[in-house]
């Protein structure tokens, strides 16, 4: 694995200048690509690998290390999607992505009645504003308004609550 220090150097690469590092790689043999799988990962290559996917999955850390990784939900959709045949099941799993991809740009305002009460919530850059104060998560600010705990972007009407089977 790539330590901290050249993740972060690594990450600082513009793109032009990780376009062309991937196309150099392009150029290089089965040997050189090997040895360049060794300077990124710290680890020798798997000796299976043929020269396509070898360049490919060097490529693609390349580009994973300089502007981040699939996250963890991210994975978890694309082994589902793999393990099922069924068009309806993968766009189900599209579906939930599409919710949880909803960005909140700063300046926007949510708002929520609760109690016969309208409640208006400002996006910030780094967190919610509700009545004068700063909150990190729309859960904080559902409290704080219900006095019960919730899942803040399901009060606010961003996601939607799931549909149990009996």
Same mark, same amino acid.
């Given at each position: 694995?790539?330590? #901290?220090?050249?993740r972060?150097?690594r990450?600082?690469?513009?793109?032009?200048?990780?376009?062309?590092?991937?196309? +150099?790689?392009?150029? !290089?043999? !089965?040997?050189?690509?090997?040895?360049?799988?060794?300077?990124?990962?710290?680890r020798?290559?798997?000796? +299976?690998?043929?020269?396509?996917?070898?360049?490919a999955? !060097?490529?693609?850390? =390349?580009?994973a290390?300089?502007?981040?990784?699939?996250?963890?939900?991210?994975?978890?959709?694309?082994?589902?999607?793999? #393990?099922?045949?069924?068009?309806?099941? =993968?766009?189900?799993l599209?579906?939930?992505?599409?919710?949880?991809n909803?960005?909140?740009?700063?300046?926007? =305002? !949510?708002?929520?009645?609760?109690?016969?009460?309208? +409640?208006?919530?400002?996006?910030?850059?780094?967190?919610?504003?509700l009545?004068?104060k700063?909150?990190?998560?729309?859960?904080?600010?559902?409290?704080?308004?219900?006095?019960?705990?919730?899942?803040?972007?399901?009060?606010?009407?961003?996601?939607?609550?799931?549909?149990?089977?009996?």
């Open positions: 694995m790539i330590d #901290g220090a050249r972060q150097s990450r600082n690469i513009d793109a032009v200048s990780l376009e062309i590092e991937i196309a +150099h790689l392009g150029d !290089l043999d !089965l040997k050189a690509l090997r040895l360049r799988w060794q300077g990124v990962t710290g020798s290559a798997p000796v +299976h690998l043929p020269k396509h996917l070898l360049f999955m !060097l490529a693609y850390r =390349i580009q290390d300089a502007f981040g990784d699939l996250d963890a939900g991210m994975v978890q959709i694309l082994k589902a999607a793999v #393990g099922s045949r069924e068009p309806a099941t =993968i766009t189900k599209i579906d939930r992505l599409d919710q949880r909803q960005e909140l740009a700063p300046g926007a =305002i !949510l708002t929520r009645e609760w109690n016969g009460r309208d +409640h208006r919530v400002m996006v910030l850059a780094d967190g919610f504003a009545e004068g700063t909150y990190d998560s729309l859960s904080k600010i559902a409290f704080a308004i219900t006095g019960t705990k919730w899942n803040g972007p399901r009060f606010f009407g961003l996601r939607a609550a799931t549909v149990r089977q009996q």
